[in-house]
């Protein structure tokens, strides 16, 4: 079974802010390590 983009958007936004905060950076962070790293840091 596969899910498609849109389906995994729709279920991280039904997620609370700060467990959506803490998931796009683990996300960003698999991507752009640096770039996770500096906004992690702003906030």
Do not use: C, Q, T, W
Request: proline share 7%; hydrophobic share 40%.
């Amino acid at each position: 079974m596969s899910v498609s983009e849109s389906e995994i958007y729709e279920a991280g936004m039904s997620l609370p802010p700060d467990v959506r905060k803490h998931v796009a950076l683990r996300l960003l962070e698999s991507v752009d390590p640096d770039e996770a790293f500096d906004l992690a840091s702003e906030s």
